[in-house]
């Protein structure tokens, strides 16, 4: 993930591109979703088998992966709203 930030951000200035603060927020809120989501499945005791698999039920995981985007969505709003104030 921190690969795809940089590539990004490399081509984006290799074209004359400005950046903001987008392109910086939303790998990175990319990022803070999948750690979240596997450290909290890791607290709850569900293990990561080989490949990144983690079998955990499938109510469970959809439910917590949107708890956690909503919640990043939120944090991320919150913070571009007050760097633009």
Known sequence: MLFFLAQH??????G?????GSDVLVPLALLAIVFMTYFILG?????VHAGGEVRV???????LVAVLTILTLVTMVTIAFFLKA
């Open 9 to 14: 951000l490399f081509f984006r200035k290799l």
């Open 16 to 20: 004359g591109k400005r950046l903001d």
């Open 43 to 47: 607290i709850a005791g569900f293990r």
């Open 57 to 63: 039920p499938r109510a469970y995981a959809w439910l």
